[in-house]
C-alpha cells in the first residue's frame, strides 16, 4: 500500500499538557473522541515525549482502519471489487482477531455488518426502517462469505467491512504497549472512556477513573461513577442517547448481524474490566449483543461489569 | 459514589487488578474458556513484535552492560568480568542477540597437594617458576592467571503459528582453552499459550592446550625439580606416549534438554527442565596434583606428587524445577535443582528470590542459596604409598584419582541482594552483592601428621555486580 501523503492525513492538531498533582496529564482528540493519557511522574520533556507519542499513534491507526478516509485499507479493498488483496501484518493480526471473535460469538459478531447502519438513524427519533431495505442490507452481511487466507483477502462485491468495533480498543492497548517499551513511568492511555493502565501508580495506589454511564440508575446518566484500577482495562459498549422509539420500544445502536435489527432487551451500556482493552471491549460488545441476556451472560465470564439498563 | 476497589463492585467475580501480563492464564473453569480464548487471540493481535514493527521508528536494541567482581578469600581467585549483550526483535518476531565477555582471572588456586608439617616447593606446570607454600597451610599455585574471551550470538524466530525455534553459537578462547558450541531448540505453544514444550539440542567441542603439555593419566612429578624442563616426569618417549598429549587434548559433549513450562494460574507460572549430557575425551585438570603420603606418617614419600586423573567421559543427569508467583506487587521465584552423574556426584540446589517492589519502579531483590553435593568416586585428598599408588614402579592402583575441591563433598550457602533503578527512556540500573561461602566435608581416615592439619579450608568469595541497560 502506498504511504499516505502528509495532505491526506492533515496536520496534527496539538495536544495540551498540563501539570496536575503528580502526575502530567495530555489531552488530544482523535477517533471522534477526547483522548487523555496520564503520565506518573518524570518530567515535563518526557511526558510531552509520551504524549506525541500516543498522539500519532492513535492517529496512525486512525487514518489507516477508519471507513471513512479515502486512504484506509478499509477503502482500498472496497475498490477492489472482488479482487484478492495482499494485506499487512497488523490488518491481517486484526482479521485474524475478527475470525476468532466470529466464531467464538457465534456469529454475533461480524466485522461486515457495518452495511447495515446505512438503514438505520439512531437519533432518538421514532422513525424505523423499510424492512425490505434491512433485508437487502442483511445479505451483504456475513463473514464466512469473506474470503480470508492470511495475508490475501477477498471481498465479495456489495460487502465491506469495519474494524471500528475494534479500533479503538486496539489502540489502546497499542498505545500503551509501544509508550511501555519506551518508559518506566506509571501510565494510563484513555481513548473515549475505553482505557488501560500500565500498572499501579507510582506510590503503588490505584488509578481513579471517572466512567460515564455507569452510574447508579437513579443519577443522571451523564453522571461519571468512580472507579479504582490497579492494573488492566475498562472498556464500555453503549450508548445511552443513541437510540429509536417506536411504539414504545427503545431500539438501541446495537445491530444483530442475523437479521439486521437492533438486539431486543440490549442495556444501554455495558463496562467490563480485563487485562487489555481488547478483551475488555469485545466482551461488552458481545454482553450487549446478549441483549436481555446481558448479565446472565457477563456473570458466566465472571468478569468485573456494571450493566446501566 | 465511590467504589474503592473494582473487585467489590456488583457482579464481580474476579478482580481486574494485576489481571495485566496474566491473559490467557484465566483459565480456570470451563465456563471461562471464552475468556482464555479471547485472551490467547488477543495476545496473538497485541504481540509485542507487531508493536515494534508498527511504530513509526525502526525496532530498538536493548542494550545490557555489566561489569562482576568475584573475589575468593585469603588472596585467592579473583575474577573480574565486563559482559555486554545487545538484543533486538523486529517486526517478524525474530530476535537477534549478541554477547561478549571478558574475563580476568588472578590470584592463587589450590594445587590439590595436601598440607604438611612442613614448607613445600612447587614447580608450575610450564616449568619457569616455582613457589613455596609455608608449613600447615593448603598449597595455592599464585600463578593462576587466565584472560577468556567468548562471544556468543543468537536467533530466535517463529515457525508456524505455535512454535519458536531458536539457534546459538557461542565461542570462548582462553590462553589454554578453545571451546565452541552450537544448539538448536524448538518451543511449542499447547492450550492457549498455557503450555509451553520445548526441546533443545546442543553440542559442543573443547580444545585442551595447557601449559607444559596435557598429561592424562596419574603420573608423576616432581616439585622443586631442577632443570626438568617441563615440571612433570616421565617426559622420555617411552611407553605412554598414548597417555599423553603434548598437543593438546580434546573433548567433546552434547546435551539435550526437554522442558515444559505450565501456566498454573494468573498468579503462577511453574517449569520443569530434564537434561541429559554426556561428554567424552579429556576431563582431567593439567594444573591440579595429588600428595603422594606415607599411609602412617602422613609425609611425602616416593613420587611425593602425581598429576590427577578423571574418567574420559561423564554422563550428567539434571532435573530443574522453578516457580515463579507474582504476589499483589511482588514477585517470588523458588527453584530447586538435582544433579547426578556418572562420577557419582549427587547435587541438590535451592534458590530463592523474592522481589520486593519498593515503588517507583525500585525493587530490591533479597537471594538466598542452598547447594549441597557428595564426592566423585574418585576424588580423595591425597594417595597413599602402596595403596594409591606405588613409587616403585610409578604405577596407580586405582583408575583415576583427584583432590580438586569442586569434586570434593561440600555444602554452599550463597546470601545476596539485588537492587534495580529505573532511569529515564527506559534504562535500568542494577546492582548486586553477594556473599558465598563454601564448606567442605571433612576428609576421613588422614594419616599420622595430616591428622593436625587443616585440610579441607572453607572458601568465602565475594561477588559485587553493577549493571547497566538501556534501549539503543
Known sequence: MAPQSLAAAGPNPPFTLQATASSWRGDFAAMASPCVLLVD?????????????????????????????AGSVLAHWQAAQGEPVQVDDETAGLLDFAAQCHALSGGLFDISSGVLRAAWRFDGSSQLPDAGHVRALVARVGWPRVQWHRPWLRLPPGMELDLGGIGKEYAADRVLGLLMAQSTLPLLVNLGGDLVVSGPRADGSAWTVGIEGIAPVDSSPAAAALLSLRAGALATSGDARRFVLSDGVRYGHILDPRDGWPVRGAPRSVTVAAPTCTEAGLLSTLAMLQGAGAEAWLGEQAVPHWVLR | ??????????????????????????????????????????????????????????????????????????????????????????????????????????????????????????????????????????????????????????????????????????????????????????????????????????????????????????????????????????????????????????????????????????????????????????????????SVVDGSTGLLVGDRYVSESRPDSRSRLSVYWQNKLHLTQDVVDLSYRFYRDDWGVRAHTLDLRYRLELGAGLYLEPHLRLHQQSKADFSQGWLVEGQGWNSSTQTANVANASADPRLAAFTAQTLGAKFGMPLGRGGELTARLEFYRQTPKALAGAPGALRTLELTPTLKATTVMLGYSLPW
Open chain 2, 1 to 290: 459514589m465511590q467504589l474503592t476497589a473494582i473487585t467489590s463492585a456488583p457482579g464481580a467475580a474476579t478482580g481486574a487488578s494485576d489481571a495485566r501480563g496474566a491473559s490467557g492464564a484465566s483459565l480456570v473453569s470451563a465456563a471461562s474458556s471464552l475468556r482464555a480464548t479471547l485472551a490467547a487471540a488477543t495476545a496473538a493481535l497485541l504481540a509485542p513484535g507487531l508493536v515494534a514493527a508498527q511504530t513509526t521508528s525502526a525496532a530498538q536494541w536493548q542494550v545490557d552492560s555489566a561489569v562482576l567482581v568475584y573475589q575468593e578469600g585469603g588472596g585467592r581467585v579473583r575474577a573480574v568480568e565486563p559482559v555486554i549483550s545487545a538484543r533486538r526483535t523486529d517486526g517478524n518476531d525474530r530476535t537477534v542477540g549478541l554477547k561478549l565477555t571478558l574475563d580476568a582471572l588472578t590470584g592463587a588456586s589450590p594445587n590439590g597437594a595436601a598440607p604438611q608439617p612442613t614448607a613445600q616447593t612447587f614447580t608450575s606446570p610450564s616449568g619457569d617458576s616455582r613457589y613455596t607454600t609455608p608449613a600447615g597451610k593448603s598449597p595455592l599455585d599464585p600463578n593462576f592467571r587466565d584472560r577468556r574471551v567468548a562471544l556468543a550470538g543468537t536467533l530466535e524466530r517463529p515457525w508456524g503459528t505455535a512454535q519458536r525455534l531458536s539457534l546459538a553459537a557461542n565461542v570462548s578462547s582462553e590462553t589454554d582453552f578453545k571451546s565452541l558450541s552450537l544448539s538448536a531448540g524448538l518451543a511449542r505453544d499447547f492450550n492457549q499459550k498455557n503450555t509451553t514444550l520445548s526441546l533443545t539440542l546442543a553440542l559442543e567441542a573443547d580444545r585442551i592446550e595447557a601449559q607444559g603439555g596435557v598429561p592424562t593419566g596419574l603420573r608423576p612429578l616432581r616439585a622443586g625439580g631442577d632443570g626438568d624442563g617441563g615440571g612433570r616426569g616421565g617426559d622420555d618417549d617411552d611407553d605412554r606416549d598414548d597417555d599423553e598429549h603434548e598437543g593438546g587434548a580434546s573433548r567433546t559433549v552434547a546435551d539435550v534438554l526437554l522442558g515444559v513450562t505450565q501456566v498454573i494460574n494468573r498468579h503462577w507460572l511453574m517449569q520443569t527442565n530434564i537434561g541429559y549430557g554426556r561428554s567424552s575425551g579429556n576431563h582431567d585438570d593439567p594444573y591440579k596434583i595429588l
Open chain 1, 41 to 69: 511522574g518524570g518530567g515535563p520533556d518526557e511526558a510531552r515525549a509520551l504524549v506525541a507519542q500516543a498522539q500519532a499513534e492513535v492517529q496512525r491507526i486512525e487514518h489507516k482502519f477508519s471507513r471513512y478516509r
